[in-house]
């Protein structure tokens, strides 16, 4: 079975602060994604990567970065957290080709404060 | 634009009656189509796809789904629902006219499914 770990389920942190939220998968996927989910907006999508050191936007993109320096290890990055940032984060990954499944982890839940 | 609605906000059902979970999309060529359920503080599972071919199409734990291009819709189906169904259904839609190897999907809002004992 496809394994994406999300390092944190559980994260708070301070207003300013620089955020790192980690994400592995184990099943040499070309494709990592990052949703954000809010209650009543569903899953939107922050970036996603198709290949080592690649990236692209996704729909809401301002105020995070990306980075993806191996093939299973795509990690997200708040340049300076603010409260509107509170969310559950989603990681996913999926094989190339546009009818793969994608496959998620657990989530983190951060909370700024 | 791509688009995905769930025009329900929740649906509750009795335990052992049928269920519908309803997903409607646009798109400008053909859709590939998802449904993902989301169990509490859980990430998404994947429970079925359609891409092509016949438009029922079954999927984990007894769901299916019916694929009705002239309605474009896309319901998610279980003939007996469980208590243990209860949970999040998230439909994903990705435009089949747009190449390129990644497949970036648009997801509805969500449906809370309460099945009741």
């Known amino acids: 079975d496809v394994k994406v770990t999300q390092s944190s389920r559980y994260l708070v942190k301070r207003t300013g602060e620089k955020v790192f939220l980690e994400c592995v998968q184990d099943?040499?996927?070309?494709?990592m994604f990052w949703y954000r989910q809010d209650p009543g907006l569903g899953l939107r999508l922050i970036y996603f990567s198709y290949d080592v050191k690649m990236k692209e936007k996704g729909d809401i993109p301002e105020g995070y970065s990306v980075s993806r320096e191996k093939k299973e290890r795509f990690s997200l990055i708040l340049e300076s957290a603010s409260t509107n940032q509170t969310s559950m984060y989603l990681c996913?990954?999926?094989?190339?080709?546009?009818?793969?499944?994608?496959?998620f982890g657990d989530g983190t839940r951060l909370s700024i404060l | 634009a791509q688009s995905v609605a769930q025009p329900e906000d929740q649906v509750n059902v009795a335990e052992g009656n049928p269920l519908t979970v309803k997903c409607t999309y646009s798109v400008s060529g053909n859709p590939y189509l998802f449904w993902y359920v989301q169990y509490p503080n859980r990430g998404l599972q994947f429970l079925l796809k359609?891409?092509?071919?016949?438009?029922l199409v079954k999927g984990s734990y007894g769901f299916e789904a019916e694929f009705n291009k002239s309605q474009t819709s896309f319901h998610l189906k279980k003939p007996s629902a469980l208590v243990s169904d209860s949970a999040l259904y998230f439909c994903a839609v990705r435009d089949g006219h747009y190449g390129g190897a990644t497949n970036k999907l648009i997801f509805g809002t969500g449906t809370l499914l309460a099945v009741q004992p």
């Open positions: 099943m040499d996927h070309e494709n």
């Open positions: 359609y891409i092509t071919g016949d438009n």
């Open positions: 996913a990954s999926s094989q190339g080709g546009s009818n793969q499944p994608q496959h």
